[in-house]
């Protein structure tokens, strides 16, 4: 006769099988693992595996809690104030992430992942105090100060150059102008986006002065884009016009590109909607965020971009962009990049009656176009509020509100979805901003759709990537694909470590 487990054992047994699934990232199958465990009997180290598979997941909110619970039981378990301290992190919370790493440096003081955080989270708070400090000051932004004709172009550099004939133009003025919306080459930036699949970059002269004209041309328009499907498609019938709506790509160049071969590269005839999350993850934000930007200036008609969670400083000190700029450039094309980002557009219609957010609805009820109209952007995301939620937020399958599990944002119910709709005169919600197995996602009966446009998502999920069609009858098309080839480097291979004692 077989012996009974006990709870402990089972517990156990399900903790070893947790740890298993998140080894191999399946890290959703992991939290249930340990969820089921701890019902069982609850430990400290349960608590902060779940929390680790949580910040995996990017639900941070739900680590802290989970971490709390861990160092309740526990107050030496060295683990939990890591990963406590990791998901304060990622929210931007730089004091809590700060003393979290300071005791994890005091308990594991030759432990150099919790140094190297502890001196990230001291130069953040260092830096956020240095900002307020100098809030005052009138001091003009990058973008209006730096000369990018400073930089010469040697005869060693073999990319492309946007003047007439391929050679480098003498006239300053005249190279500037060519990076005027709607004036930029498309064979030049067919041949930079050929170049990035080789491997190559093009020079960091033309890489400012484009990011430049992007931080102009954003500042220029609305913080709600009203998108209209063109009256003919690309084979100029009404019938194939349509409009393409895409979720989080983060750094997949590779697949980016197969979307454009399935699809057609973005024209007026064939306009493109990406929203959000350019960057970060994948090892390729750079590649992809400047082709977006190429063809949005070479045509500001035929790609529309929204801004994502991941199209913040924060997230790109963690994810690997600030690293992979700094690798491929210096910090001051980082820099310029964080400056178009924060003047990006929170959100988009489509034909005044599909609406495009990366992350969600509000909290906040009531809420209208004109208020999302009316949000100042040229900042990094405030941590609560209508701006906050615009990128964060998530739907839930239940009615109602509750708390979200990121930590930020919040979940809304399809009651909420409906009354959002219902007030602005519009049909359907489409967001992005998670993982969907298929690629897509749609629930609250209809009326909200997750399109994710990554697959594989991190070379670990295994899911399918997916974008959206919308003629002019506005009824969503899918079409799914599968993850594309790329050169042998892994994901995250820019971002700050997150080994030592965030393993198991």
């Given at each position: 006769m077989a012996a009974i487990e006990t709870p402990e054992e089972k517990a156990l047994r399900l903790k070893n099988s947790g740890n298993e699934a998140l080894k191999i990232c399946k890290y959703s199958e992991a939290a249930d693992l340990y969820t089921q465990a701890l019902e069982l009997h609850e430990t400290s180290v349960l608590f902060s595996n779940r929390a680790m598979s949580y910040i995996k997941m990017e639900q941070y909110g739900q680590a802290i809690l989970d971490a709390d619970c861990s160092i309740?039981?526990?107050?030496?378990?060295?683990?939990?104030?890591?990963?406590?301290?990791?998901?304060?992190f990622a929210l931007g919370k730089n004091k809590a992430a700060k003393k979290d790493f300071k005791k994890v440096c005091q308990m594991k003081p030759k432990d150099r992942d919790a140094r190297a955080k502890l001196a990230a989270c001291t130069k953040a708070v260092n830096e956020a105090a240095f900002a307020m400090a100098i809030e005052s000051d009138e001091t003009a932004p990058l973008s209006q100060t730096l000369d990018p004709g400073q930089w010469a172009i040697s005869a060693a550099y073999e990319g492309p150059h946007p003047g007439a004939g391929g050679v480098v133009l003498e006239d300053m003025d005249a190279e500037k102008m060519l990076f005027t919306p709607g004036m930029l080459p498309r064979e030049f930036v067919m041949d930079a986006i050929q170049g990035f699949k080789d491997g190559k970059h093009i020079h960091k002269r033309y890489v400012a002065r484009l990011l430049i004209s992007c931080k102009e041309y954003f500042e220029g328009v609305s913080t709600l884009t009203e998108i209209t499907v063109p009256d003919l498609g690309s084979d100029g019938t009404p019938e194939t016009a349509h409009v393409t709506v895409c979720g989080d790509t983060h750094g997949q160049f590779y697949d980016v590109l197969n979307i454009f071969e399935l699809n057609g590269y973005p024209s007026a005839s064939n306009p493109y909607l990406f929203n959000?999350?350019?960057?970060?993850?994948?090892?390729?934000?750079?590649?992809?965020?400047?082709?977006?930007?190429?063809?949005k200036i070479s045509d500001p008609n035929c790609i529309f971009l929204t801004r994502g969670n991941h199209e913040t400083k924060n997230m790109n000190k963690i994810y690997g962009f600030e690293g992979e700029?700094?690798?491929?450039?210096?910090?001051?094309?980082?820099?310029?990049?964080?400056?178009?980002?924060?003047?990006?557009?929170?959100?988009?219609?489509?034909?005044?009656?599909?609406?495009?957010?990366?992350?969600?609805?509000?909290?906040?009820?009531?809420?209208?176009?004109?208020?999302?109209?009316?949000?100042?952007?040229?900042?990094?995301p405030p941590e609560g509020g209508l701006f906050s939620d615009l990128l964060w937020s998530d739907p839930q399958p239940f009615p109602g509100k509750s708390p979200s599990k990121r930590g930020v944002g919040y979940s809304f119910g399809p009651d909420i979805t409906a009354a959002f709709l219902d007030k602005n005169g519009l049909d359907l919600l489409v967001r992005s901003h998670e993982v969907k197995d298929e690629g897509y996602l749609v629930e609250h009966a209809g009326k909200c759709i997750t399109i994710f446009s990554a697959p594989n998502y991190c070379d670990s999920m295994g899911n399918k990537g997916a974008f959206i069609h919308f003629g002019h009858d506005l009824e969503p098309k899918f079409t799914q694909y599968a993850h594309s080839p790329h050169p042998d480097v892994r994901p995250m291979a820019y971002a700050q470590g997150m080994g030592g004692l965030m393993g198991l």
């Open positions: 309740k039981i526990d107050p030496q378990y060295v683990k939990a104030y890591y990963r406590r301290g990791s998901a304060n959000g999350d350019y960057v970060d993850r994948g090892s390729w934000g750079l590649e992809v965020v400047l082709t977006y930007f190429l063809l700029v700094k690798h491929k450039y210096d910090i001051n094309i980082f820099n310029l990049f964080l400056e178009v980002f924060c003047w990006l557009p929170l959100a988009a219609t489509i034909n005044n009656k599909v609406f495009v957010v990366h992350g969600g609805l509000s909290s906040e009820d009531s809420v209208t176009l004109s208020d999302i109209k009316a949000l100042k952007r040229g900042i990094e």
